[in-house]
């Protein structure tokens, strides 16, 4: 057996670890409410155009053509799924917006946050609370630190957070949403293997920060 260089097996180490993998840099998520929040409304469609189809096979939840996840609850507060930069704020839509004349206000996601992952990727948190959003643009955040209050802003029909993961900085021709969560491979569209959740949990994500 071929004796292996120092640098050889320093870079087994490492990749046994999973310091030199591709995965390895990539940003993860914990849950962006509370523990007490966990109910899933509408997931990640991966099959769009084509009926709903979410990353574990089921068809039973709601909507085709739906990029994000919509976490339900009526009332809490909204927390940084891990840390980044504060690229842009939306503060001043109406809740309720799709029952007056806000409901495309901040490109539909009404009072938001994005945030600049470390990795590259995107995250967006909607339809919050108008006046809620405590963070400002270019403003670095720390995972779980406090976004705004969640509410029904923007094209919201009932209170809830819409968590969106996109897979480059917002705008560019090749940014495309992504689904955070892990399911077969070669299953669906978009699928992946990969999850962006620090621990996915069998489908409800946790608190625990990368």
């Not at 099959?47 to 979410?54: I, K, P, Q, S, V």
């Not at 704020?89 to 901040?106: Q, R």
């Amino acid at each position: 057996m071929k004796k292996m260089t120092k640098l050889a097996v320093l870079c087994s180490v490492l990749a046994s670890a999973g310091v030199v993998s591709g995965e390895a840099s990539a940003t993860s998520y914990r849950h962006p409410l509370t523990s007490a929040s966990p109910w899933i409304n509408n997931w990640f469609d991966r099959n769009t155009g084509a009926g709903f189809l979410r990353y574990d096979g089921s068809t039973v939840a709601r909507y085709d053509g739906h990029y994000g996840i919509d976490f339900w609850l009526s009332v809490g507060q909204v927390f940084a799924g891990a840390n980044g930069t504060v690229v842009y704020t939306e503060n001043t839509c109406y809740d309720k917006g799709h029952y007056l004349y806000s409901l495309e206000c901040g490109n539909r996601f009404g009072n938001h946050v994005r945030i600049l992952d470390p990795d590259g990727k995107t995250s967006v948190y909607g339809h919050m609370r108008r006046g809620s959003v405590v963070v400002a643009q270019g403003s670095q955040v720390s995972c779980s630190q406090l976004l705004g209050t969640i509410g029904e802003s923007g094209e919201a029909y009932g209170a809830h957070l819409h968590f969106e993961v996109r897979n480059q900085t917002w705008g560019k021709s090749s940014d495309v949403a992504v689904d955070p969560f892990a399911g077969p491979a070669g299953f669906g569209w978009r699928s992946t293997r990969v999850s962006y959740w620090v621990n996915q949990n069998g489908g409800l994500p946790t608190t625990q920060c990368q």
